[in-house]
């Protein structure tokens, strides 16, 4: 179906690009190539590539980013591929993934994602954090919430907690706590037409001011929850100045903060706007930058650097919510201790390694940092860390996930498949011979990645990698 322009959006995107008018309307049917951002924590970038071309995907770098790769071929959609499935790597586009490097977020500091899901971009920061410190990851619509909690479980990610409230209000439940903020609003998607093209056709300016009139209210909760001296990436994927130069203006005049220089050699931008239909913005702007997708064969984005350099009035946010008392255990703590002298001891991991998280226990066992376990809560987190044991009636049982967190760590009890075949039976839940001389718990792995749990028992290895609604084809 071909769709034209509506006579509004032709005459913003012309006097936006001028003469390129037509370079931007003509991208839009390109298909643009499939980019994902493997997960070191998972294991080595290079050893998780390896592992995915063993399936029968080809790959090549995108200059300047180790992690980052364009599929060149795959022999069916890598999302039903077994190492997405494992979360060794995030399907997201290039552009998307540079407004957390803008940020840079590093171990131990204390993050905020005011709109996280689905959870491409809070992923990929905690994954820059080494899984260490915290990230609050916020959003407001129960449907993404449950895609965010998913990938959050897939990738590994115990440095996050997950909480349900509205953007516009957190700067008054969390006022002055964060370090850096990621703002990813909602938006009119101008740099995403690839995707849904109809926008075309419908797409008015009285829709972009109304979610101007949100994103509005989105920057000023985020600066009023950023610590002085923090900074903020404003980022969203449409072109429309109303979206962008004009809420950095409105940054600018309601609060004590600055734009920040960055570089982005990797791709081709253009500075932000300063003057546009008769409105003259701070030529700051000109440190905020453009990405066209005619330019870059990805989705077009608009990213602002912000630095908070004042402290903004005291809103007495204490006296809207009190904290939320958050009921964390030590590796010491009955009852997560026996489980953890179990894993310790059945698998050979060390077991001060144990000590460096905080743990919640219910039917299932929860691990998250320190960090987490300090945090002040106003609300009560949907979620918590990663869940990455089950407990059982004298023992407990690993997730997957909690295989690939600690598989590094194990040195014993691991059976290590020789062949892709074999590997394919492990992962459709298919017994395996055993000759290894493992009885009980085992480890399952695979060129040294860990891939799951198996129970052995008359030389025979139960599978039990969880249930997936395919056939994994390997």
């Not at 093209?197 to 109304?210: A, F």
């Not at 144990?354 to 376990?373: D, H, P, R, V």
């Not at 011979?433 to 139960?462: H, M, T």
Request: positive net charge; contains cysteine; charged residues 25%.
């Amino acid at each position: 179906m071909t769709y034209k322009p509506s006579r509004e959006l032709d005459h913003l995107i012309g006097n936006i690009l001028g003469d390129e008018k037509s370079k931007f309307f003509d991208s839009i049917g390109e298909q643009l190539p499939h980019t994902i951002r493997f997960n070191s924590i998972k294991g080595d970038v290079y050893k998780l590539k390896g592992f995915l071309e063993e399936q029968g995907f080809l790959l090549e770098e995108f200059p300047g980013f180790s992690d980052i790769f364009r599929l060149t071929y795959q022999p069916f959609p890598i999302g039903k591929s077994l190492s997405h499935f494992l979360g060794h790597f995030y399907v997201q586009d290039i552009a998307s993934m540079i407004p957390p490097r803008i940020l840079d977020p590093q171990p131990g500091e204390c993050v905020l994602d005011v709109s996280a899901a689905p959870g491409s971009k809070t992923t990929q920061m905690a994954i820059m954090m080494n899984n260490e410190g915290m990230i609050l990851a916020n959003d407001i619509v129960q449907k993404r919430l449950r895609s965010l909690i998913n990938n959050l479980q897939r990738m590994g990610i115990l440095n996050t907690a997950v909480v349900k409230t509205y953007g516009e209000s957190i700067g008054k439940h969390y006022f002055e706590i964060f370090d850096k903020i990621l703002l990813d609003p909602a938006c009119s998607g101008l740099g995403t037409l690839h995707k849904s093209p109809e926008v075309l056709s419908w797409w008015t300016p009285k829709h972009c001011d109304r979610l101007a009139s949100s994103q509005r209210a989105l920057i000023s909760s985020a600066i009023k929850a950023l610590k002085p001296g923090g900074l903020l990436v404003y980022s969203t994927c449409t072109l429309t100045p109303q979206e962008n130069e004009e809420i950095i203006k409105f940054a600018l005049n309601e609060f004590p903060v600055e734009v920040i220089p960055f570089r982005l050699d990797e791709l081709k931008t253009r500075p932000g706007l300063i003057e546009f239909g008769g409105k003259k913005f701070d030529k700051s702007l000109l440190h905020t930058r453009r990405l066209y997708p005619f330019e870059n064969q990805t989705e077009g984005f608009f990213i602002a650097k912000i630095k908070k350099i004042g402290k903004v009035k005291n809103i007495n946010y204490l006296k809207y919510k009190t904290p939320f008392p958050l009921l964390s255990l030590s590796d010491k703590t009955s009852p997560v201790k026996k489980y953890l002298d179990y894993f310790s001891a059945h698998f050979g991991i060390e077991r001060d390694i144990f000590s460096n998280y905080k743990y919640f226990c219910n039917n299932e066992i929860s691990i998250f940092t320190q960090s987490i376990a300090d945090f002040q809560f106003r609300s009560k987190p949907i979620k918590i860390g990663l869940k990455f044991a089950k407990k059982m009636k004298h023992i407990g049982k690993l997730s997957t996930e909690g295989i690939h967190l600690f598989g590094t760590e194990v040195y014993k009890n691991i059976i290590n498949l020789e062949t892709l075949q074999d590997l394919e039976k492990f992962v459709n839940r298919l017994p395996l011979d055993n000759g290894s001389g493992c009885i009980n718990q085992v480890v399952v792995k695979f060129q040294e990645l860990p891939i799951g749990y198996g129970l052995a028992k008359d030389n025979r290895i139960k599978s039990q990698f969880p249930k997936a609604e395919w056939p994994f084809q390997i």
